[in-house]
């Protein structure tokens, strides 16, 4: 992770993927605001880096969004519809 800082605000952003970026995120009672990545398009830069599948969800799991910096770790999301998950939890 790398820190970026912009004005008063600063950020952690997972290096080689800026390509995923999709947004800022924020959590309920906390004032940081962090960097929110699309989890697939991760898998998808390291795929595109030589990794087969497995490989890459396996590093991606344990290297990318396990990597725990603080309160300021960036935050990967996996898109699903609202009816996917309804159903996921049915």
């Given at each position: 992770m790398t820190l970026?800082?912009?004005?008063?605000?600063?950020?952690?952003?997972?290096?080689?993927?800026?390509?995923?970026?999709?947004?800022?995120?924020e959590r309920c009672g906390d004032l940081e605001q962090v960097i929110a990545y699309d989890a697939e398009k991760c898998i998808d830069i390291l795929m595109a880096k030589g990794m087969d599948e497995g490989d890459a969800i396996e590093f991606f799991n344990f290297n990318v969004a396990g990597a725990y910096v603080g309160p300021r770790t960036p935050v990967f999301i996996f898109k699903h519809s609202l009816e996917d998950i309804e159903s996921y939890y049915e």
């Open positions: 970026v800082k912009e004005a008063d605000k600063f950020f952690y952003k997972a290096d080689g993927f800026d390509e995923a970026v999709i947004g800022i995120a």
